[in-house]
């Protein structure tokens, strides 16, 4: 939280050192996203560039061990993902697919050579990685997969298509779901192999920052030593994406505090019928009401960090942060919008920007319904997204 808004002193449970790495990407937020990021949401322009700078403040990969990786915490993990969102979603999406799906594939279910060859430039942001699980007509329900991986000698032959992947345009390296004769595998593909080609999901109207691709893999020949050795069956992907989400439990609500600063000092300054806004009693319950949220949202993100790093953090238990994270802070960046009037349509503040872009945040990495559902069958024992 910033002090401003630290309604609840939450700061006080945090470390010297989860501060630290707070306030540096604050910082970096500040100087390099802020900025520019109107241009770049308006142009649909991803700011590749900012992979290195990235890499040099230890963000890419922060919560893996080795390999360059930084070695936080969880929950600096999930203090840095909340600052970048605070500058924009794209901008955290591009942190959270390369450290949580992409090199976190590698590092937990990659061989030494696999770790070796890519996590360090991974973590440098010399390299970018991309995650290929969805496809188009597989999202909810991965499992109904058509992407294929076959065996001819020692290679493997990829085809198919996948959908949706952020950084999938500017990636050196794919990780790649597909079905074999023994189940769903993972694979490392680069992007230069003969065979793979991107293309850019073009009119989007939400993470407009971020780069997301169509990947098509037409015949793609790999070595037998591009399949990820531990990457076996869609359980494999599933705890990928769980670290991801687990990084949107707080990076969400960075988006919605940046709203919420926002219209608090647009209500301060703007008058109407003679007095600012901030002094209508409506504009007073929105900002108490938003102010809950905000907090109580803080509350459980930090205490799943917290399990997190205790290691007993269960994928039931990240549903439920995803799922509160992303549902509030959508309403809250949707409030904060009717705050600022007609202004809050526009790029010159940052509200209408948030919450396009946390349509997105609330359906990827897992829609808020099968979310709902994934904590209806934890509670009930039944599966009740299952035909
Ligand atoms: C900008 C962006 C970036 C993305 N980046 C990546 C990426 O890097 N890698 C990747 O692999 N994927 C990525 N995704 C894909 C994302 O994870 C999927 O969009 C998401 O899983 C939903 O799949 P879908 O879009 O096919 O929707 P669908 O699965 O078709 O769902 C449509 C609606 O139906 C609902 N629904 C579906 N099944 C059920 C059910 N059983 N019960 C109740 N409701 C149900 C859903 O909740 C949703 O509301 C990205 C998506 C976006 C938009």
């Given at each position: 939280m910033t002090t401003d808004l630290d309604f609840l002193d939450l700061d006080r449970l945090l470390s010297e050192e989860e501060r630290l790495i707070r306030d540096t990407?604050?910082?970096?937020?500040?100087?390099?996203?802020?900025?520019?990021?109107?241009?770049?949401?308006?142009?649909?322009?991803?700011?590749?560039?900012?992979?290195?700078?990235?890499g040099e403040l230890g963000l890419l990969g922060m919560h893996l061990e080795g390999y360059g990786c930084a070695g936080t915490n969880a929950v600096s993990y999930g203090l840095a993902a909340l600052e970048l969102e605070a500058g924009d979603s794209g901008v955290r999406s591009m942190v959270s697919v390369q450290g949580s799906l992409s090199m976190y594939s590698i590092h937990r279910f990659g061989s030494d050579e696999q770790r070796?060859?890519?996590?360090?430039?991974?973590?440098?942001?010399?390299?970018?990685?991309?995650?290929?699980?969805?496809?188009?007509?597989?999202?909810?329900?991965?499992?109904?997969?058509r992407t294929t991986a076959r065996r001819d000698g020692p290679d493997w032959v990829l085809?198919?298509?996948?959908?949706?992947?952020?950084?999938?345009?500017?990636?050196?390296?794919?990780?790649?779901?597909?079905?074999?004769?023994?189940?769903?595998?993972?694979?490392?593909?680069?992007?230069?192999?003969p065979g793979f080609t991107a293309r850019p999901v073009g009119r989007k109207l939400s993470l407009r920052a971020s780069d997301t691709a169509e990947l098509v893999l037409d015949g793609v020949r790999l070595p037998g030593t591009a399949r990820l050795p531990g990457g076996n069956g869609l359980g494999a992907a599933l705890k990928c994406l769980n670290e991801a989400r687990f990084g949107i439990v707080f990076g969400a609500l960075g988006a919605a505090r940046e709203c919420l600063e926002t219209a608090l000092e647009y209500a301060g300054?703007?008058?109407?019928?003679?007095?600012?806004?901030?002094?209508?009693?409506?504009?007073?319950?929105?900002?108490?009401?938003?102010?809950?949220?905000?907090g109580k949202g803080m509350l459980l993100a930090l205490h799943l960090g917290r399990l997190k790093d205790a290691g007993t953090l269960t994928p039931e238990q990240v549903s439920v942060g995803k799922l509160n994270s992303t549902r509030e802070a959508l309403a809250i960046a949707r409030e904060c919008r009717t705050i600022l009037g007609g202004s809050g349509i526009t790029l010159d503040y940052p509200v209408l920007r948030h919450a396009l872009n946390l349509e997105t945040v609330l359906t990827y990495e897992g829609t808020a319904e099968m979310h709902t559902l994934v904590v209806g069958q934890a509670l009930t024992g039944l599966a009740a997204f299952r035909g």
């Open positions: 990407t604050r910082g970096f937020v500040t100087d390099k996203v802020l900025p520019e990021i109107a241009g770049w949401f308006e142009r649909g322009h991803f700011p590749r560039e900012l992979a290195k700078e990235l070796a060859e890519w996590l360090p430039r991974l973590a440098a942001g010399e390299l970018v990685g991309c995650f290929g699980l969805t496809e188009p007509d597989a999202g909810s329900d991965p499992a109904s997969m085809d198919g298509t996948k959908m949706w992947i952020t950084n999938g345009n500017v990636a050196d390296v794919a990780t790649v779901w597909a079905r074999t004769d023994e189940g769903i595998r993972g694979f490392l593909v680069p992007t230069g192999t300054t703007r008058t109407q019928f003679g007095r600012p806004l901030a002094g209508f009693q409506l504009t007073q319950r929105k900002l108490a009401d938003m102010t809950l949220e905000l």
